[in-house]
Every structure is written in structure tokens, then in C-alpha cells.
């Protein structure tokens, strides 16, 4: 167990708690976080992209040229995939780029992650996540007064002002403990946790304590 102070954002100390080795220390296994992100990204992609087949293309029903005396190959459409304007073959396709991954994968790469980012002396734990009055304005000095930049902030469930406010800054994302994930951990400086969201977390990767 690794005992952390416990803040409030003026930076005076409220408490500590205790975080456990099991997900805030375990080995980091670049492999797996590897593996989680590519995973993350192939399920957020659309796959809408669509290329016109031969069937698909509008016109080309009439004969380009004549068959003979032009010197050129001879030709019965002008939408045919070998002339400028007309269908692709092989092209792109509506798809589904999602895939399933083993949990016990999921759960590595988040331990993983969190034990890089404890590692790396990113992680604060904060006493509250709230907004009175859900204003941006008051939230991004807070976070300026705190010192934080760019960071993934948790709690336990989501509260509609706070969110309201987080979401016009373009460099903090705010989640429960159901949404946080490793890419956005790999991808912002600092995690900022509730006491309460530490318990979800352990859930979240499999732990009992």
C-alpha cells in the first residue's frame, strides 16, 4: 500500500488514503496498453468510407466511340474502372473496424497504466470534483491556481454542472470510473481522483480489497 495525501485545490492537505500496489504498482506492460489503444481507436472508427463499384456509377450506358477506326482499344463504357471518372474495383467498403478483446487484457493494460502514471508522480487526489454553478470560467483558473495543464479527471458518477463546465476545455476530460480508459490516460499529463473514485477503480480492474 502506498499512502497519498488527500487535497483540496487550494493545496492544503485534507487526509490521506492508501492506494494498492496490486493496481497502482503492478508491472507495466507497454505490450498490453499497445494493444488496448489500437483496440480503442479501431472501435471508434465509423467505417463509412465507400467507394462506387461498376453497378453504382451514374451514366456510361452508351458506347464512348466506335468500335473500329480510332486507333484506340476499344471501349463499351465510359465508366469502366480503367477510365478516368468511372467505378473503383477492390475499393473501400462499409465496415465494422470493432473486436472483441479479452477483459483480463482491458484490465492489465489499466492496471499498467496507472502504475506508469503513479511512477511518474501524475496522480493527485483531490477531495471534491464539483461546480456550483458549472462555469467555465471559474474552472479553468481553479485548474490554472491548481497547476494543472492538461488532465483526465474521475469520480465516482459524473455531476451535470461540473461536466457542463470541464466540457468547453479542450485539454481535460472528465469521466466516472466506467469511462476511464487508457488512452486518454496515456494521452493526458495528470490524473486527478476523487477518494471515492479509488474504490471504483479497483473495481473497475478486477481487485478486491
Request: charged content about 25%; some cysteine.
Amino acid at each position: 500500500m502506498a499512502k497519498v495525501d488527500i487535497l483540496k485545490w487550494d493545496k492544503t492537505k485534507s487526509g490521506n488514503t492508501n492506494l494498492s500496489d496490486e493496481v497502482f504498482s503492478s508491472p507495466i506492460r507497454e505490450d498490453l496498453m499497445h494493444q488496448v489503444v489500437r483496440w480503442q481507436l479501431a472501435c471508434r472508427r465509423q467505417g463509412t468510407h465507400q467507394a462506387k463499384t461498376r453497378s453504382e456509377v451514374r451514366g456510361g450506358g452508351a458506347k464512348p466511340f466506335k468500335q473500329k477506326g480510332t486507333g484506340r482499344a476499344r471501349q463499351g463504357s465510359s465508366r469502366s474502372p480503367i477510365l478516368r471518372g468511372g467505378a473503383v474495383v477492390h475499393g473501400p467498403r462499409p465496415r465494422d473496424y470493432s473486436y472483441v478483446l479479452p477483459k483480463k487484457v482491458k484490465q492489465l493494460a489499466l492496471k499498467s497504466a496507472l502504475s506508469y502514471l503513479f511512477a511518474s508522480k501524475k496522480i493527485v487526489v483531490i477531495d471534491s470534483l464539483a461546480s456550483e454553478g458549472g462555469k467555465t470560467k471559474e474552472l479553468a483558473k481553479r485548474f490554472s491556481d491548481f497547476g494543472l495543464k492538461k488532465a483526465v479527471l474521475v469520480d465516482t458518477k459524473e455531476t451535470p454542472l461540473f461536466k457542463q463546465a470541464v466540457n468547453n476545455l479542450y485539454k481535460f476530460c472528465y469521466y466516472s470510473t466506467q469511462g476511464i480508459n487508457v488512452h486518454d490516460l496515456l494521452k493526458y499529463d495528470t490524473l486527478v481522483l476523487t477518494k471515492d473514485a479509488v474504490e471504483g477503480i479497483y473495481t473497475r480492474c478486477g481487485v478486491t480489497k
